[in-house]
């Protein structure tokens, strides 16, 4: 079995509008354990669980979970980003729509464990539907005592607020979300300070992604030792893929760490349709390295895939058959973070406009050996030099390129002029 | 709706700017707010209408300028270009005669770009309102076009 489904296993199962079909398929006993545990042994257990954030950058769990835990304020915010904005990601979407109380678990769990007195769920614009499911949970879920005042009589006091994005992919990033939610535009702020030191509204925040939070109960419930035999030795449990483009059956499919991508692609994904053949993955996202095939045997794996100067991302899979153009595809990302980009900063404003333009001499058979070093310099200068993390990622998927399909480069510069 | 009846429902503090304009746009036929509802609203939260202004500029979903009765946004990022999002947006702009960023003379549609919709399973995907169509083809553009048309004359 290729699949394990855990954080997927009541997709289907229950009705997402139905608290009482969640606790009838063992939802919210994780949290009735966790309130009877201390406090420490809860965040040890994550510790154990060697749980890395799911959102992209695989930070380990437990640690901004301590950080909260020790900083000392009257009012600490937990924030569960559902600003799931990159494309070809919608793991997010299909986990708050088909089983919205399951984060909210893992928002309670981990808000008692680091003694944070609020929480936001911030849900971008766009997912209409997602925002109304996650409203009715929340309300249900105070309803029956798991939110509120002294919740299951345990004393401890937590509530949850549905905060909704308006269109911009740059909220996603931890510090533009703060500001957003605050009701700014969302641009992002320097750090340090981390937003476990000062945060929403200048106070201690501790933010994780929407399947960060829904990893919690399952910790809980098995422990953290036996969460951390799942998956790899470096990167434990599992991992849900948004699996798309070219390809026979896309979807999202949760999968244990350490299967391979063609896993992925060929016994999941179905492969590529019509027989076509597969000229290029792109990972994680738009922000995410573009590999060729014979690279397909690499390990799902957050160790493994830090060799690209990237991250596992959010899990995206985007596949790409041989009728597509390279430089068309460069432009389309290129075009969209320079579309994202708030301007703050000069590398990520300014690059993306010269990136832009560098790309389209390509595509349009104009280039010289010159661009090709220009592109290149400049892509590193905005990788290495951005203030957040759409700049230095934004750069990623050019920069792979660069190495994997150089020839592509090559042979523009040589046909240019020559139509 | 009122705008000072969605005023109402909220707490009066500048967090909720965002869900303000939100809530407001949608009541709006032709989804945008006017100078005077930005002034009205900087009044309500006591910020200064620059504030205001600058929140309604840095989001996409936000608008000064009126549009369309009916928005249509396409996604144009790479799930759905490699899905022939082509041929749609071909099929749009020919439909509705307009480019992207125009409206029709009627002012029935406006099409727009959008970011990713989180559809990419079943792309090519577009948003009308709030409603999401997936999976399109142009035949299939064309019936949603003309249901849409349709409800004009309803």
Redesign the interface.
């Known amino acids: 079995m290729l699949e394990k489904k855990m954080l997927t296993k009541r997709f289907g199962i229950v009705n997402p509008l139905s608290i009482k079909d969640y606790i009838d398929n063992g939802g919210y006993i994780s949290l009735r354990k966790a309130l009877t545990m201390e406090k420490i042994t809860i965040i040890d257990e994550i510790e154990n669980s060697k749980l890395r954030g799911r959102g992209g950058a695989g930070f380990p769990v437990h640690i901004k979970m301590l950080s909260l835990a020790k900083e000392v304020s009257d009012v600490k915010y937990l924030v569960n980003n559902a600003d799931?904005?990159?494309?070809?990601?919608?793991k997010?979407?299909a986990l708050l729509e088909n089983d919205p109380h399951l984060t909210i678990e893992g928002m309670i769990i981990s808000a008692y464990a680091s003694g944070a007195t609020k929480g936001y769920i911030y849900i971008r614009?766009?997912?209409?539907r997602a925002i109304s499911i996650m409203k009715w949970a929340v309300d249900q879920a105070r309803d029956m005592g798991y939110l509120g005042e002294n919740i299951l009589d345990s004393g401890f006091d937590f509530d949850i607020e549905v905060?909704?994005?308006?269109?911009?992919?740059v909220v996603g990033e931890e510090f533009a979300l703060l500001e957003?939610?605050?009701?700014?535009?969302?641009?992002t702020r320097v750090k340090p300070p981390f937003p476990t030191e000062r945060g929403l509204?200048g106070k201690p925040t501790l933010i994780n992604n929407v399947e960060t939070f829904c990893n919690l109960p399952f910790i809980i419930e098995m422990s953290g030792k036996s969460f951390a035999k799942i998956g790899t030795p470096s990167s434990t449990g599992t991992k849900l893929i948004?699996?798309?483009?070219?390809i026979n059956n896309?979807?999202?499919y949760e999968v244990p760490f350490g299967v391979t991508l063609r896993d992925v692609i060929d016994t999941l994904g179905g492969g590529v349709p019509e027989s076509r053949k597969l000229k290029m993955v792109?990972l994680g996202g738009?922000c995410g390295p573009i590999i060729p095939e014979f690279m397909l045997d690499l390990k799902i794996d957050y160790d493994r895939f830090e060799d690209f100067e990237s991250k596992t991302g959010a899990g995206?899979i985007?596949v790409?058959?041989d009728r597509?153009n390279l430089f068309?595809?460069l432009l389309?990302?290129v075009e969209?973070f320079g579309h994202?980009s708030?301007g703050k900063c000069t590398p990520c404003r300014e690059g993306h406009i010269q990136l832009e333009y560098l790309v389209k001499k390509f595509l349009y058979n104009e280039s010289t050996p010159k661009d090709l070093f220009s592109l290149e310099s400049l892509a590193r200068v905005m990788h290495q030099t951005s203030l957040c993390g759409l700049g230095q990622s934004s750069p990623i998927s050019l920069i792979s390129t660069l190495g994997y399909f150089r020839d592509e480069y090559h042979n523009r510069i040589e046909f240019a002029g020559k139509e | 709706m009122q705008l000072r009846e969605i005023l109402g429902k909220y707490p009066k503090?500048?967090?909720?700017?965002?869900?303000i304009?939100?809530d407001y746009q949608k009541t709006k036929i032709h989804h945008y707010l006017s100078e005077e509802e930005l002034k009205e609203i900087a009044e309500h939260l006591n910020i200064s209408e620059s504030?205001v202004s600058?929140?309604m500029t840095?989001?996409?979903?936000?608008s000064m300028k009126p549009k369309g009765q009916y928005v249509i946004q396409i996604c144009?990022?790479?799930?759905c270009?490699?899905?022939d999002q082509n041929s749609i947006l071909k099929t749009l702009t020919n439909l509705l005669n307009i480019q992207v960023g125009e409206t029709t003379e009627d002012k029935m549609f406006t099409l727009e770009y959008?970011?990713?919709?989180?559809?990419?399973?079943?792309?090519p995907a577009m948003?009308i309102g709030?409603k999401t169509f997936t999976a399109l083809t142009p035949n299939k553009v064309k019936a949603i076009l003309a249901e849409y048309r349709g409800k004009k004359h309803a």
């Not at chain 2, 959008?114 to 559809?119: D, I």
């Open positions: 799931e904005g990159e494309p070809g990601n919608f997010d979407r614009g766009e997912y209409n905060r909704t994005g308006a269109g911009a992919y957003s939610i605050e009701g700014k535009a969302g641009r509204f948004s699996l798309s483009g070219n896309p979807g999202v792109q738009a995206a985007i790409m058959d597509h068309e595809v389309r990302i969209f994202e708030c | 503090t500048e967090d909720y700017l965002i869900e304009l939100l504030k600058s929140v840095f989001y996409t979903l936000f144009h990022d790479v799930p270009y490699v899905n959008t970011s990713c919709l989180g559809a990419c399973d079943k792309a948003r709030e």
